[in-house]
């Protein structure tokens, strides 16, 4: 049995039976602690699900940590940046309304979340790679557009991987 502590409880008892089904344990709630029973691999992963839920994910995002190439990783902005102004920072990281975070989830393929200082980046591990690559690259000051190609230039040697794996390469 393992205990978690849980800001956002209200999540995560509107989606209680959902999760319970979908990752086969028994989720029992007093206050904001979670406790979760079930097979050790299968508690594992379900306190993967609820960080990433307390975090700000949607279900469905969280969810896609019980597919066994996602996983969830969390850059702390206070560690990357000797600057102060933390809320300017979260700002370049979600842009306009939105857009810049937008663009790196649609880039990378992967689900980006921010809350208080952290970033949670839920997504395969070449591509939450590329993702915190460019986060720290805002983070750090960089540009967005620079981000932006970057993230389309890695997208494009991956289209070219694979098409040289599966022999589609014209021949000359």
Excluded: W
């Excluded at 594992?44 to 066994?68: H, N, P, R």
């Excluded at 720290?136 to 230039?153: F, T």
């Amino acid at each position: 049995m393992e205990k978690i502590y849980c800001e956002s409880i209200n999540k995560i008892r509107q989606n209680k039976d959902k999760i319970e089904k979908a990752l086969n344990v028994k989720i029992s709630i007093s206050g904001k602690n979670v406790s979760i029973d079930g097979d050790s691999l299968d508690e594992y992963v379900a306190s993967q699900v609820l960080e990433a839920l307390d975090l700000g994910f949607t279900t469905d995002e969280a969810l896609l940590l019980a597919e066994e190439d996602c996983i969830l990783e969390k850059i702390n902005i206070k560690d990357l940046t000797k600057r102060h102004d933390l809320p300017r920072i979260r700002a370049r990281i979600i842009g306009t309304k939105g857009k810049t975070k937008e663009i790196i989830e649609n880039l990378s393929d992967c689900a980006v979340c921010l809350k208080d200082n952290c970033v949670g980046i839920i997504g395969t591990a070449d591509n939450i790679k590329k993702t915190i690559k460019a986060i720290i690259s805002i983070i750090q000051g960089s540009k967005q557009s620079k981000v932006y190609a970057y993230l389309e230039r890695e997208r494009a040697k991956e289209k070219i991987k694979l098409s040289e794996d599966l022999g589609l390469k014209r021949k000359p």
